[in-house]
């Protein structure tokens, strides 16, 4: 169901102590702009995004929120100075997360920060996500790959997401912090605790859930700076960063546990999701996976599409600054505003036959829309490259037969981190 709606425009733009504006009317001074339903929107976001990318350049929530849709207009304004990122105190109080350790971590995330503090927490970080560094651990995020295969590999059958695609990337971040195998279970367990909290809250969503995971994780950082820092254990790179950081009076010690603990969030979920994507897609239209197993470029090429065909990030959330004008259309001042990459990246006017999993396609940009733009583009876009391309060809080397035991899995949400089901399949 589809409407339109005009207000009185709102002068007050939104402070971080302020309700925000998008739970008020919109208002803009031009075109109307059209208001879709949010059920609608979870139930077929790419055909309702297909219906309406073409007739107008953004669409309206019934909270506010508005969407962005096309390609031209998602990757100028993730540049555009008029959009920032959303304070993370505003966002925890949005999502009704008390006070605490899941509070803490949203409202000093660098996920949720702008202008100086999103610069400080985030350099150090840079120097360690850089895409030479990353490359070095290609080898160990292979053997992490084999290993998780070999546990499961005599089974002959398994729910590749659980078996798999959530182990692989808190294993790989674990590791990354010099943390003992041992603790990767638990680690692991603790990840998928807190990270709806990045997501659109659901129904019935578990906070104590969420906040116990937040607990735990940054407890556990807290002790693994702790002991780096004591000469206790030898600190690995990303330690090692951190405590410079802290060292130079850039960082308290309680923000650099918060970003570490927001990498590891964001490194994990959306790398889960995008392992069973690029695997499902490639299973259900019968790939050699023999092609796969030594062929980087092919392996680089199927990870490319499989993130635009279907991305783990269906959009990202910004608040409008300043009034912006899109073909006629004004989103006032002080707005959340979504900017849909989930719409973007099967956007005709950017993609041919954009509705289409075509792994030799010709029209990829260098900077995958996938990882967001400007300064907030993802920082772990090298590492979770590098997880998947190095995660299917491991599984096309030790399961050259592996071919679905059920449906493809499916994939839900059209904003934030997406949802995923599970993945049947046989070898």
């Given at each position: 169901?589809?409407?339109t709606?005009?207000?009185?425009q709102?002068?007050?733009?939104?402070?971080?102590?302020?309700?925000?504006?998008?739970?008020?009317?919109l208002s803009?001074?031009?075109?109307?702009?059209?208001v879709?339903?949010?059920l609608d929107?979870?139930?077929d976001?790419?055909?309702l995004?297909?219906?309406w990318?073409s007739?107008?350049?953004?669409?309206?929530?019934?909270?506010?929120?508005?969407?962005?849709?096309?390609?031209?207009d998602?990757e100028?304004?993730?540049?555009?100075?008029?959009?920032?990122q959303?304070?993370?105190?505003l966002?925890?109080r949005?999502?009704?997360?008390?006070?605490?350790?899941?509070?803490?971590?949203?409202a000093t995330?660098?996920?949720?920060?702008?202008?100086?503090a999103?610069r400080?927490?985030?350099?150090?970080l840079s120097?360690?996500?850089?895409?030479?560094?990353?490359?070095?651990l290609r080898?160990?995020?292979?053997?992490?790959a084999?290993?998780?295969i070999d546990?499961f590999?005599?089974?002959?059958?398994?729910?590749?997401?659980?078996?798999f695609?959530?182990p692989?990337?808190?294993l790989?971040?674990?590791?990354l912090l010099?943390?003992?195998a041992?603790?990767?279970?638990e680690f692991?367990?603790?990840v998928?605790k807190?990270?709806?909290?990045f997501a659109?809250?659901?129904?019935?969503?578990?906070?104590?859930?969420?906040?116990d995971g937040?607990r735990?994780?940054?407890?556990?950082?807290?002790?693994?700076?702790?002991?780096?820092?004591?000469?206790?254990?030898?600190p690995a790179a990303?330690?090692?960063?951190?405590l410079?950081a802290?060292?130079?009076?850039?960082?308290?010690?309680?923000?650099?546990?918060v970003?570490i603990?927001?990498?590891?969030?964001?490194a994990?979920d959306?790398t889960?999701?995008?392992?069973?994507?690029?695997?499902s897609?490639?299973?259900?239209?019968?790939a050699?996976?023999?092609d796969y197993?030594d062929n980087p470029?092919?392996?680089?090429?199927a990870v490319?599409?499989a993130?635009?065909f279907?991305?783990?990030?269906?959009?990202f959330?910004?608040?409008?600054?300043?009034?912006?004008t899109?073909d006629?259309?004004?989103?006032?001042?002080?707005y959340?505003?979504s900017?849909?990459?989930l719409?973007?990246?099967r956007d005709?006017?950017?993609?041919?036959?954009?509705?289409?999993?075509?792994i030799?396609r010709?029209?990829?940009?260098?900077?995958?829309?996938?990882?967001?733009a400007?300064?907030?583009r993802?920082?772990?876009?090298a590492?979770?490259?590098?997880?998947?391309?190095?995660?299917?060809?491991?599984l096309c080397?030790k399961?050259?037969?592996?071919?679905?035991a059920g449906?493809p899995?499916?994939?839900?949400?059209?904003?934030?981190?997406?949802?995923?089901?599970?993945l049947?399949?046989t070898w």
């Amino acid at each position: 169901m589809t409407t339109t709606r005009t207000a009185p425009q709102d002068d007050h733009p939104t402070t971080a102590d302020q309700q925000p504006a998008p739970f008020l009317e919109l208002s803009p001074s031009g075109e109307p702009i059209p208001v879709v339903s949010s059920l609608d929107l979870e139930r077929d976001p790419h055909g309702l995004f297909r219906q309406w990318r073409s007739k107008s350049p953004v669409i309206q929530r019934e909270d506010g929120a508005c969407l962005v849709l096309r390609a031209d207009d998602v990757e100028r304004l993730l540049n555009d100075p008029r959009t920032q990122q959303i304070d993370g105190a505003l966002y925890a109080r949005m999502r009704g997360v008390p006070p605490g350790p899941l509070f803490d971590l949203l409202a000093t995330s660098v996920l949720l920060s702008e202008g100086e503090a999103h610069r400080r927490r985030r350099a150090p970080l840079s120097r360690t996500f850089a895409f030479r560094a990353i490359e070095s651990l290609r080898d160990t995020v292979r053997t992490a790959a084999e290993g998780l295969i070999d546990g499961f590999e005599a089974d002959g059958a398994a729910d590749l997401v659980q078996a798999f695609c959530a182990p692989l990337p808190p294993l790989v971040m674990s590791q990354l912090l010099g943390a003992p195998a041992s603790d990767a279970q638990e680690f692991a367990r603790a990840v998928y605790k807190v990270s709806p909290a990045f997501a659109p809250a659901l129904p019935g969503e578990d906070m104590d859930r969420m906040v116990d995971g937040a607990r735990w994780l940054t407890d556990y950082v807290k002790a693994r700076l702790a002991d780096a820092a004591s000469g206790q254990t030898p600190p690995a790179a990303l330690l090692e960063d951190m405590l410079a950081a802290i060292g130079a009076g850039d960082l308290t010690e309680a923000e650099a546990a918060v970003q570490i603990v927001t990498l590891i969030i964001g490194a994990s979920d959306t790398t889960r999701g995008a392992l069973a994507v690029q695997v499902s897609l490639l299973a259900e239209r019968g790939a050699d996976w023999s092609d796969y197993g030594d062929n980087p470029e092919l392996a680089r090429a199927a990870v490319a599409e499989a993130l635009r065909f279907e991305p783990p990030v269906g959009s990202f959330p910004r608040f409008s600054t300043e009034a912006i004008t899109l073909d006629g259309m004004v989103i006032p001042a002080g707005y959340l505003v979504s900017l849909s990459t989930l719409s973007a990246m099967r956007d005709p006017a950017r993609f041919q036959d954009p509705d289409t999993f075509l792994i030799n396609r010709q029209d990829h940009v260098r900077w995958h829309m996938a990882f967001g733009a400007g300064v907030h583009r993802c920082i772990g876009e090298a590492l979770a490259r590098l997880e998947l391309e190095e995660g299917l060809m491991a599984l096309c080397r030790k399961l050259p037969g592996l071919r679905l035991a059920g449906p493809p899995v499916k994939v839900e949400g059209y904003a934030g981190i997406r949802r995923i089901g599970q993945l049947q399949v046989t070898w």
